[in-house]
């Protein structure tokens, strides 16, 4: 090989079409494991002399740790390990064909090559490529046979988010942005950024050929416990200094942003944030992953399948047991194969970024198989028990004395827990539902069987439990019951009217002291402040049922609202000689509507004028209106509009001009966000054409 430097031609366009990378916008070749690439390089005299080539990635490149590959040309590609075709030759510059295995250590290589009959020349670099997983290609670990769901869950850069809670789901729009500009290498710092990285890069580049491993050391670096990861967690309701979770719309910003302040963690994150930007790094190392959303979702701390809520005589929910239900939780699912389990337990798995628990000694979650969970193998890897429980605890409601100490069972519920478990559809925005797939139908012999199960593997069958009700607890039977039906619109905005309809179930009268209470909370539950408090006396004929109207007025509870929009009402019902009775509801309160049009059709890298309308529903002006806008393929990073106040009932109209710069279905995403409104957010499919 000459002295010169070798100039190469990566054939970016060709490879890129052939590897499903075109999406990416890079000058660097950009390839998939376990198929062949194109690249022709000049300053060879003689091609067909032998031809040594060198891939190596990481700082102490060796072939023991799977990080360095020598290979000559051979005439026929191998499966099992690096190999180079000779393509074609001109008189200065040679053609090759290059095939890395199903399972190589994916990241950035640097590829040389060295001339074997002069033994003086040292390699000669040609440059760097990056490898990727491989979804399309049946010898990898994260092989996907359906190549929709390829499309979808690889490919697609936009989302919806399910939340709300489970009377009442609702669902937003996200900007995965995985292909967007400087996003691949903030995804491979990430990985050089690990604790296991820096405490032995070596074996954790070995390792780095795994999707289980990549999964679980990913789902440790999103959130910033232990490792100084992306997100800083925050579900206090007050998010002074940082972004309020609600506010964010898309992974982009998040990422960019923690490699600006030089990897410091971004301020703020709860559930679905940590998992959309897990899902943005997954995808765009070619793992395929989608957000799950799981509605009555349960933290169980102590690991006993059992999730313990307290209450005070007031109806108050006490913040005072490390258990909780959480309106809903977003956790991810990727796909890829266990060998180390066998084959039933392929397939989707549960990978968690939120710090919710340790796992190892660090706040990480997961891979859980799918499989282990719907059949209550909670004895594998990885933390099957913490996942299991999210979806299949136990409810136990209990009195709590402060002043005693004492507590008294009000109720327990097995079939409260893991609800309308969601996902978004592929190709579609539509919601669909996965329950089925965590667990046999709720109150099925099957699904008590398994519950079983998994309590015997986790020995908590045989274990006396102190804390546990005891079963004359569990089996009283209350006097009275009782519900909190809505009567009017959930908007924020408007006056919160509920109805409490108490029945007397025995034929005898029954006197009632009743003691009401309505909290704000964030999503998790957690009480943050008192809105309002109420108690009634009431005395129920034999089997009769009475309705009582509650009314909670906008401006009564406007300014103790958590940018979740959540009020928990409670009604403790102390029965005269009978058992207490808790009737509790969450409610979820919509915002009022955004509408987005698009005025005219949507080109290619021509101008197209949008409106996003807005009117004021509440007879208080708003301040400090902002209006955010982002797309991938339709505008560069993220427009930020400030709008004027509103006055009382008054409608605004904003209009902003796009230039989309890729053809196909593409989505705008909007947030106008003002003081009394938190993150009110809406998106749009535009179809750009040629």
């Known amino acids: 090989i000459a002295a010169t430097q070798p100039s190469t031609n990566w054939h970016l366009k060709e490879n890129a079409r052939d590897h499903h990378t075109s999406k990416f916008s890079s000058k660097e070749l950009i390839v998939r494991r376990g198929q062949a690439f ?28 799977k990080t360095q590959a020598t290979f000559g040309i051979s005439s026929t590609v191998s499966k099992e390990s690096w190999s180079a075709v000779l393509q074609s030759t001109s008189s200065n510059s040679v053609s090759i064909s290059i095939y890395s295995p199903p399972n190589a250590v994916i990241g950035r290589y640097k590829l040389s090559v060295q001339s074997t009959s002069s033994d003086s020349s040292s390699p000669a670099s040609l440059g760097t490529f990056v490898l990727l997983f491989n979804p399309w290609s049946s010898g990898d ?6 190549k929709a769901e390829c499309e979808e869950y690889v490919l697609e850069e936009f989302g919806i988010i399910f939340a709300g809670n489970k009377n009442h789901i609702n669902s937003f729009g996200w900007n995965f942005g995985q292909f967007q500009g400087d996003i691949l290498n903030i995804c491979l710092s990430m990985l050089d950024r690990s604790l296991n990285y820096r405490q032995d890069p070596a074996t954790d580049l070995s390792h780095r050929n795994d999707p289980k491993y990549l999964g679980r ?5 999103v959130n910033a416990n232990d490792d100084q990861g992306v997100l800083l967690g925050n579900w206090s309701g007050n998010y002074a200094g940082g972004k309020s979770p609600s506010s964010w719309t898309g992974s982009g910003e998040i990422l960019q942003n923690w490699k600006k302040s030089g990897f410091r963690p971004v301020r703020y994150g709860q559930c679905w944030v940590f998992a959309a930007v897990l899902t943005t790094v997954l995808r765009c190392l070619g793992i395929p992953t989608r957000t799950i959303t799981n509605f009555s979702s349960a933290h169980d701390a102590d690991g006993n399948l059992r999730v313990d809520e307290f209450y005070d005589a007031y109806g108050n929910h006490l913040d005072r047991a490390a258990d909780s239900v959480w309106n809903f939780h977003v956790w991810n699912e990727s796909w890829f194969s266990r060998s180390d389990l066998g084959p039933s337990y392929s397939g989707w798995q549960v990978l968690d970024a939120t710090p919710q628990e340790e796992s190892g000694g660090i706040y990480q979650c997961g891979p859980a198989s799918r499989n282990a969970i719907k059949e209550g193998d909670v004895d594998l890897d990885y933390d099957c028990p913490f996942v299991f429980a999210e979806v299949n605890a136990d409810c136990m409601y209990w009195n709590y004395d402060p002043a005693t100490g004492k507590k008294t069972l009000i109720f327990s519920k097995s079939t409260i827990i893991g609800q ?32 079983k199960k ?34 009017g619109p959930l908007e924020v905005g408007k006056d919160l009217n509920l109805i409490l309809v108490l029945a007397n179930l025995q034929s005898d009268a029954k006197t009632v002291h009743v003691n009401m209470t309505a909290w704000s909370t964030v999503y998790t539950r957690r009480p943050v402040h008192e809105i309002w408090k109420d108690s009634i006396s009431v005395i129920l004929s034999p089997k009769e049922e009475k309705q009582f109207p509650i009314k909670i007025p906008y401006p009564e509870y406007h300014q103790q609202l958590t940018t979740d929009n959540t009020i928990q009402v409670t009604a403790l019902c102390h029965v005269e000689g009978g058992i207490q009775v808790l009737v509790q509801r969450d409610i979820t309160l919509d915002n009022p509507a955004i509408d987005i049009q698009v005025l005219g059709e949507a080109k290619v890298n021509k101008e197209v004028d949008v409106e996003v309308i ?3 529903p509440i007879d208080m002006e708003l301040m400090d209106c902002v209006l955010q806008v982002e797309g991938n393929d339709l505008l560069r990073g993220i427009l930020e509009i400030d709008v004027p106040p509103l006055k009382a009932s008054e409608k605004s109209s904003t209009k902003f001009k796009l230039i989309p710069f ?29």
């Open 217 to 221: 050391v990913l789902s440790a670096m």
């Open 454 to 487: 998994a309590r015997k593997k986790l020995g908590l069958e045989d274990k006396f439990d102190p804390t546990a009700p005891t079963p004359q607890e569990i089996d009283q039977k209350p006097d009275i019951s009782g519900k909190f039906k809505v009567a």
């Open 662 to 690: 890729e053809t196909g279905p593409k989505h705008l995403l909007v947030n106008f966000s003002c003081d009394k409104f938190a993150a009110i957010k809406t998106f749009k499919m535009v179809n750009v054409i040629d």
């Open 38 to 65: 194109i690249v022709t390089f000049n300053g060879t005299e003689q091609p067909e002399q032998n031809l040594t080539f060198i891939a190596e990635t990481g700082p102490k490149p060796s072939k023991l740790a």
């Open 614 to 616: 807005f009117t004021n």
């Open 420 to 451: 309308f478990i969601s996902t978004k559809a592929v190709g579609r925005d539509d919601r669909v539902d996965v329950t089925n797939d965590y667990k046999y139908e709720e109150g099925s012999t099957k699904e008590r069987d398994i519950f």
């Open 141 to 146: 670990d994260v092989f996907m046979p359906n």
